[in-house]
C-alpha cells in the first residue's frame, strides 16, 4: 500500500527507520495531487520543484543527525499564509500574482522544524465563506462526494488532507473556518486558543478572532504539528508568551473522570437529527470510558452568530483597506483618477462575499451605527466569553456537534447567506471567547462524515487532543477514506 | 482689529518623537534618506505584517504628561482611523482616540500684557505619521514617498484658550522648549518634526457660546502661525460684519500670498469609522513606571528661570532667554562653573557676543566654536583686568575664527592691558600736549570733553591701556 495512507506520526517513524526516504515520499504524493487534483481543485499552487529540493535537504539533514520534529514531512499551506518567492493568492484576483518578499511565522516554524511544503490550498475568498466557493479560483470538490463542498473556509486543506494528498495541512479559523470544513471531510480540524500561534504573515480576516491551526487525520499528528507551530511570537502583539508543552507526550493519558459539559442549546432544532445521534453516540463512547456528562449553560450562545456578523465585517472592513491597487495586488488599468483607480481596483479584485462583508463592517463602524451595532456586538462578545469561563469552573470540555448537518450540495446555499452563516452556529462561540476548540469525525450521515466538537479552556490544547486522542484508540472512523481517493 | 471682537484659539501641535525607529516598526526614523528607503514591510502596510508598540515613545509620552501637570492614563488605547490616501499605507492610521495617554494637563505662558496665563492642554495621544505624496517629476503622476509613514508623533490638543496670535505663539514657544528640555523632540520645524494646525473663531465680546471656527493648516514656522492667524481673525470678522457667515472647515496658509484658503468643508469631511485596533494590546502603565519616569524629568524651564533670577540675581529677560533651550541653559551654567566670572557678565556675553556669532554662522549653541571653558577664559581676563571688555570683544573673535584660548590669543596678539600708570602718563602728558584748544575748553567747564581725551589715550594705546587708570590720571591731570 502507498505510504499516502499513513499518518503523519506513521510517516515520521518510517522517515526515521528508513524505510523510505522523504524525496520517495514527496515524488508519491505531488504525483498523486497531479493525478487527482482536477477533480477536487484543492491547490492553488503546487510546488513541485521547491518540495523536491527540500525534501533531498531534509534527507540529508536526516542522515546527518539533524533534522527537527517533522524533518521531512510533507504538509500543505493554506494560501493565506505569506510565503517567500511563492505566490500568496489568499484566494483572491486582488493577489492573484502576489509574491510575498517574507515568510508567515507559521510558514518559518515549520521550515525550521523541517516539514516539506507541497503546496498552497485553495480556501474561501481572504477566509470568508464556509463551503470554499467564494474563492477566485473556483469552488473546492468533496472528495466524499464531489457534488457537495468540503466546507470553508480551509476546504482546500480539509479536502487534501481528506483525499490523502497530505497527512496535514495548516489552516485558519475565524468563526470555524477549520472545524466545519474537517466535519465535512472526515478529517481532525484544530483551532488553538488565540494567541498560542502567531498571526504575523498570516493575512487578516478578523484580527481578533483569527487563530492558525491544522487539519490532519489524527489527533497525535494535530499535536506533533501544533508543537512545531506553536509559540509566543514578538511580531505579533497578541501572541501570548506562555511555554508550548509536549503534546504529543501528553496524549497517553485515559478521560476517566473527565467532566464533559453538554451545552442544551446545540442540541435543539436546527440539528439534523442522524448528525444528532452521532454526535450523542460519540459522547456516549465518552461515558462509557469513564467520562461524565455535566448540562451546562451557556445563556448568551444564541446570539453567538449576529455578534460575529457584526464584529467580524467591521475588522474585515479595515484589514482589507490596504488593498488599494497602489502597492501591491491587482490594479485597474487605465485609472482616470485617484478615486477610480481604488474604485475599480477594489470592485474588480474582490469578490461578492468580501464586497458584501466590507460594506456590512463599514456600516457597522460608521458615525451614528457604532454604538448601536460594534459597541453592543464587542458587549455580548464580553458576555459570551463569561458565560464560557463560568462553564469551565465544572466542566474539562464542552462537547456538541460541529456543524448542523453533514456536506451539502455546491450552489445550495451559495445565494442566501444568512443560511450559510448559519453553518457556523456551533463553532463561533469558541473564536469569540478565544478557546481552542476541534472537530472529530464520528461517524458517517448518509455516506458524508460529521463531527464531534470539542472545545477547551484557555491554553488547554493538551486536554482536548488528549480526549480526541483517546477516542480515536476506540474508534476507526477518521480511518475512514473516501471511496475514490483510497 | 476691532475690539468689539474676541479672538478664540486652540492649537493641535504634532511633535515628532526622537526615537531611532518607528513607532510600529524597527526601520529608522532619521530625515532625508533617499525616498522609501526607511520603509520596512510593516510601514508599507504588507498583507500579514501587524504592528508592534516601540515602549520609548510610551516613556516619551509619559514625560511630557508629567511636565505639563497632566494625568498620564493607567490605560491608553490604540484606534484605527480609517481613510483612503496614498500615502497611508494600511488604509488607516493608529491613533489614539477615546482613551489618550495624556489628559488634563496644563501650563503658563506670559500674555501680551505681561501676566501669567494659564492655558489648559486637554491632551496628549501617541499616533503614526503618514508618508508624503511627491507631485513633481512624475511626468503627471504622483510619486509615494513612505520613509515617514510609521514615524512616532506626540499630538498635542490644547483648550481653546489663547485670546491673540501673540499668545498662541507664546503657547507654541513654551511648548516647543518642553520638549526639547525633555528631550522628546528635537523640534524642527523645517524638517517637520513640530507642526501645528489652529483652531481659529470669533465672538462678539462678552458672548459665551463660540463661534464657528475654522482649521488652519501647514503653519511651520512661529512666523507664519502668527500671521496666518491674524488674517484669519480679520477675514472672520470682516465676513461676519458683511452679514455673512464663518463655515466650518479646513483651510490652508499660503505663506507667499499670506492668506488662507478652504481646503474642505465639514460637510465633505471623513467619516473615520474608529475603532480599537485588534493588532495592539491597551497599552498599560503601573505606578511604578510614572515614578522611574518622575526620577529621569530634567528641570523644566520655568523653575530653572526662576533659579537663574534667585541664585545668579539676573534679569528675567536675560534669565528667559538663557532658559529658551536646555543647551544654552547648561552652556551657561558650564560657563560659571568654569571660572569665577560674575553671573551677569557671563550672561550678557552668552546672550551677546556667542549668540551673534552663532547666528552669524547658523549655529547651534551645542556646535559652538567656543567651548564654555574657552569663554569662560576669556571672562577670566576681563575679571581679573588683563584686558578691558572692548578688547575682549577682539579676542572673541580671533577665538571664533581658531586661534586658540583667550590667553593664547592675549599673548600672540600682545593685547594685554596697560596698568602701569607711569606709562599711562606719558601717554596722558603727550595727548594733554597736542590738544592745548581742548584742554583750554575744558578747563572753561567744558566737562564732557573727558570722554575726547580718554578716546584719545586708548588710540594712542590701541585701546589696551586700562580705562579706569586713564580717567583718573587725566582728571589729576587736567585739574
Same mark, same amino acid.
Given at each position: 500500500? !502507498?505510504?499516502?495512507?499513513?499518518?503523519?506520526?506513521?510517516?515520521?517513524? !518510517?522517515?526515521?527507520?528508513?524505510?523510505?526516504?522523504?524525496?520517495?515520499?514527496?515524488?508519491?504524493?505531488?504525483?498523486?495531487?497531479?493525478?487527482?487534483?482536477?477533480?477536487?481543485?484543492?491547490?492553488?499552487?503546487?510546488?513541485?520543484?521547491?518540495?523536491?529540493?527540500?525534501?533531498?535537504?531534509?534527507?540529508?539533514?536526516?542522515?546527518?543527525?539533524?533534522?527537527?520534529?517533522?524533518?521531512?514531512?510533507?504538509?500543505?499551506?493554506?494560501?493565506?499564509?505569506?510565503?517567500?518567492?511563492?505566490?500568496?493568492?489568499?484566494?483572491?484576483?486582488?493577489?492573484?500574482?502576489?509574491?510575498?518578499?517574507?515568510?508567515?511565522?507559521v510558514v518559518e516554524n515549520l521550515a525550521k522544524a523541517g516539514a516539506v511544503v507541497l503546496g498552497k490550498s485553495n480556501?474561501?475568498?481572504?477566509?470568508?465563506?464556509?463551503?470554499?466557493?467564494?474563492?477566485?479560483?473556483?469552488?473546492?470538490?468533496?472528495?466524499?462526494?464531489?457534488?457537495?463542498?468540503?466546507?470553508?473556509?480551509?476546504?482546500?486543506?480539509?479536502a487534501a488532507v481528506a483525499a490523502r494528498f497530505a497527512p496535514a495541512a495548516t489552516a485558519t479559523d475565524t468563526g470555524g473556518s477549520i472545524r466545519q470544513p474537517a466535519a465535512l471531510t472526515g478529517t481532525i480540524g484544530f483551532k488553538p486558543t488565540y494567541g498560542r500561534v502567531s498571526r504575523y504573515g498570516m493575512i487578516a480576516f478578523a484580527s481578533s478572532l483569527d487563530q492558525a491551526g491544522v487539519i490532519t487525520r489524527s489527533a497525535e499528528d494535530a499535536a506533533l504539528m501544533l508543537g512545531a507551530m506553536a509559540g509566543f511570537d514578538e511580531r505579533d502583539s497578541t501572541s501570548i508568551d506562555e511555554p508550548v508543552p509536549d503534546y504529543v507526550a501528553g496524549l497517553g493519558q485515559s478521560v476517566e473522570g473527565l467532566r464533559l459539559g453538554i451545552v442544551r442549546q446545540h442540541f435543539d432544532e436546527g440539528l439534523d437529527a442522524e448528525t444528532g445521534a452521532r454526535v450523542k453516540n460519540a459522547i456516549a463512547t465518552l461515558e462509557s470510558m !469513564?467520562?461524565?456528562?455535566?448540562?451546562?449553560?451557556?445563556?448568551?450562545?444564541?446570539?453567538?452568530?449576529?455578534?460575529?456578523?457584526?464584529?467580524?465585517?467591521?475588522?474585515?472592513?479595515?484589514?482589507?483597506?490596504?488593498f488599494d491597487g497602489v502597492r501591491f495586488g491587482h490594479r485597474a488599468e487605465n485609472a482616470e483618477d485617484l478615486l477610480d483607480l481604488y474604485c475599480r481596483s477594489r470592485g474588480e479584485g474582490f469578490g461578492d462575499e468580501v464586497k458584501r462583508r466590507i460594506m456590512t463592517g463599514a456600516y457597522v463602524l460608521s458615525a451614528g451605527y457604532y454604538d448601536a451595532y460594534y459597541l453592543k456586538a464587542q458587549q455580548v462578545r464580553q458576555l459570551i466569553a463569561d458565560d464560557f469561563r463560568k462553564a469551565f469552573a465544572d466542566v474539562d470540555v464542552i462537547v456538541g456537534p460541529t456543524t448542523p448537518s453533514a456536506a451539502f450540495k455546491l450552489g445550495d446555499k451559495v445565494d442566501d447567506p444568512i443560511t450559510m452563516y448559519l453553518n457556523d452556529i456551533y463553532t463561533i462561540g469558541a473564536n469569540l471567547a478565544g478557546l481552542p476548540a476541534m472537530s472529530v469525525p464520528c461517524g458517517l450521515v448518509g455516506g458524508l462524515p460529521v463531527g464531534l466538537h470539542l472545545v477547551g479552556g484557555h491554553f488547554d490544547e493538551g486536554t482536548l487532543l488528549r480526549v480526541a486522542h483517546q477516542y480515536q484508540l476506540k474508534t476507526d472512523f477518521h480511518q475512514a477514506c473516501p471511496e475514490d481517493f483510497k | 482689529m476691532s475690539s468689539a471682537w474676541e479672538v478664540v484659539i486652540g492649537l493641535e501641535v504634532h511633535t515628532q518623537l526622537a526615537t531611532s525607529s518607528k513607532i510600529f516598526s524597527g526601520a529608522a526614523t532619521a530625515y532625508g534618506a533617499e525616498a522609501n528607503t526607511q520603509a520596512c514591510l510593516v510601514d508599507l502596510g504588507y498583507p500579514g505584517v501587524l504592528p508592534v508598540l516601540n515602549k520609548e515613545v510610551v516613556r516619551m509620552a509619559a514625560m511630557f504628561g508629567l511636565?505639563?501637570?497632566?494625568?498620564?492614563?493607567?490605560?491608553?488605547?490604540?484606534?484605527?482611523?480609517?481613510?483612503?490616501?496614498?500615502?497611508?499605507?494600511?488604509?488607516?492610521?493608529?491613533?489614539?482616540?477615546?482613551?489618550?495617554?495624556?489628559? @488634563?494637563?496644563?501650563?503658563?505662558?506670559?500674555?501680551?500684557?505681561?501676566?501669567?496665563?494659564?492655558?489648559?492642554?486637554?491632551?496628549? @495621544?501617541?499616533?503614526e505619521d503618514a508618508g508624503k505624496?511627491? @507631485?513633481?517629476?512624475?511626468?503627471?503622476s504622483s510619486g509615494i514617498d513612505l520613509n515617514r509613514a510609521g514615524t512616532p508623533l506626540l499630538e498635542i490638543v490644547s483648550e481653546p484658550d489663547m485670546r491673540s496670535a501673540k499668545e498662541a505663539v507664546a503657547y507654541l514657544r513654551k511648548i516647543h522648549t518642553i520638549v526639547r528640555y525633555l528631550g522628546i523632540s528635537d523640534g524642527n520645524m523645517q524638517e517637520g518634526s513640530f507642526r501645528c494646525d489652529a483652531n481659529v473663531s470669533v465672538r462678539p465680546r462678552g458672548q459665551q457660546e463660540l463661534g464657528t471656527r475654522a482649521e488652519l493648516k501647514n503653519l511651520n514656522s512661529f512666523r507664519f502661525i502668527e500671521k496666518a492667524i491674524n488674517f484669519e481673525v480679520e477675514r472672520q470678522i470682516d465676513l461676519i460684519e458683511d452679514g455673512g457667515e464663518v463655515l466650518q472647515e479646513t483651510r490652508l496658509y499660503d505663506s507667499d500670498k499670506d492668506e488662507t484658503r478652504s481646503m474642505r468643508s465639514k460637510e465633505e469631511?471623513?467619516?473615520?469609522?474608529?475603532?480599537?485596533?485588534?493588532?495592539?494590546?491597551?497599552?498599560?502603565?503601573?505606578?511604578?513606571f510614572i515614578n522611574a519616569v518622575r526620577e529621569t524629568l530634567p528641570e523644566l524651564p520655568d523653575a530653572k528661570l526662576e533659579r537663574f533670577v534667585r541664585d545668579?540675581?539676573?534679569?528675567?529677560?536675560?534669565?528667559?532667554?538663557?532658559?529658551?533651550?536646555?543647551?544654552?541653559?547648561?552652556?551657561?551654567?558650564?560657563?560659571?562653573?568654569?571660572?569665577?566670572?560674575k553671573p551677569q557678565l557671563a550672561a550678557n556675553w552668552v546672550i551677546g557676543d556667542l549668540s551673534g556669532a552663532l547666528n552669524r554662522d547658523?549655529?547651534?549653541?551645542?556646535?559652538?566654536?567656543?567651548?564654555?571653558?574657552?569663554?569662560?577664559?576669556?571672562?577670566?581676563?576681563?575679571?581679573?583686568?588683563t584686558i578691558s571688555g572692548k578688547i575682549a570683544k577682539q579676542v572673541f573673535e580671533a577665538m571664533w575664527d581658531g586661534a586658540g584660548s583667550a590667553d593664547d590669543v592675549i599673548e600672540a596678539k600682545g593685547l594685554q592691558q596697560i596698568t602701569d600708570s607711569s606709562a599711562i602718563e606719558a601717554v596722558v602728558d603727550k595727548v594733554i600736549d597736542a590738544n592745548p584748544g581742548q584742554v583750554a575748553d575744558y578747563k572753561a567747564g567744558k566737562d564732557k570733553l573727558i570722554g575726547f581725551f580718554v578716546g584719545q589715550v586708548m588710540k594712542e594705546t590701541q585701546g589696551q591701556a586700562n580705562p579706569g587708570q586713564v580717567n583718573k590720571i587725566l582728571k589729576d591731570k587736567l585739574g
Open positions: 500500500m !502507498g505510504k499516502y495512507t499513513q499518518t503523519l506520526t506513521e510517516l515520521k517513524a !518510517g522517515l526515521e527507520q528508513a524505510d523510505f526516504t522523504s524525496v520517495e515520499l514527496t515524488e508519491e504524493l505531488l504525483a498523486r495531487i497531479s493525478a487527482h487534483d482536477k477533480k477536487l481543485n484543492a491547490m492553488i499552487t503546487v510546488t513541485a520543484d521547491e518540495a523536491l529540493a527540500a525534501a533531498a535537504q531534509a534527507d540529508i539533514d536526516r542522515s546527518g543527525g539533524k533534522g527537527g520534529a517533522m524533518c521531512g514531512l510533507p504538509i500543505i499551506h493554506k494560501d493565506i499564509f505569506c510565503t517567500r518567492d511563492i505566490r500568496t493568492t489568499c484566494g483572491s484576483r486582488m493577489l492573484e500574482n502576489f509574491i510575498s518578499p517574507y515568510d508567515a511565522t480556501m474561501d475568498e481572504f477566509a470568508m465563506g464556509s463551503s470554499n466557493e467564494t474563492s477566485f479560483f473556483g469552488p473546492v470538490h468533496n472528495p466524499w462526494d464531489l457534488d457537495c463542498s468540503p466546507g470553508g473556509s480551509s476546504g482546500g486543506s480539509s !469513564g467520562a461524565s456528562t455535566v448540562e451546562v449553560d451557556l445563556p448568551n450562545i444564541d446570539m453567538s452568530v449576529p455578534t460575529y456578523y457584526v464584529v467580524a465585517p467591521a475588522e474585515c472592513s479595515s484589514n482589507l483597506s490596504r | 511636565a505639563v501637570n497632566a494625568t498620564v492614563a493607567q490605560r491608553s488605547v490604540f484606534a484605527r482611523k480609517n481613510y483612503f490616501y496614498p500615502d497611508l499605507p494600511k488604509g488607516y492610521q493608529i491613533s489614539q482616540y477615546e482613551l489618550p495617554i495624556v489628559e @488634563h494637563g496644563e501650563m503658563n505662558i506670559t500674555d501680551e500684557d505681561g501676566n501669567e496665563k494659564r492655558i489648559g492642554i486637554t491632551r496628549a @495621544h501617541l499616533e505624496s511627491v @507631485h513633481e517629476g512624475f511626468d503627471g469631511a471623513n467619516d473615520y469609522r474608529y475603532f480599537p485596533d485588534p493588532d495592539l494590546l491597551p497599552v498599560e502603565i503601573s505606578d511604578e545668579f540675581n539676573l534679569k528675567p529677560e536675560d534669565a528667559s532667554i538663557l532658559t529658551s533651550s536646555r543647551a544654552l541653559a547648561d552652556y551657561y551654567e558650564a560657563v560659571l562653573a568654569a571660572a569665577a566670572a547658523g549655529l547651534d549653541i551645542s556646535s559652538s566654536k567656543i567651548s564654555a571653558a574657552g569663554l569662560a577664559g576669556l571672562l577670566g581676563r576681563i575679571e581679573d583686568n
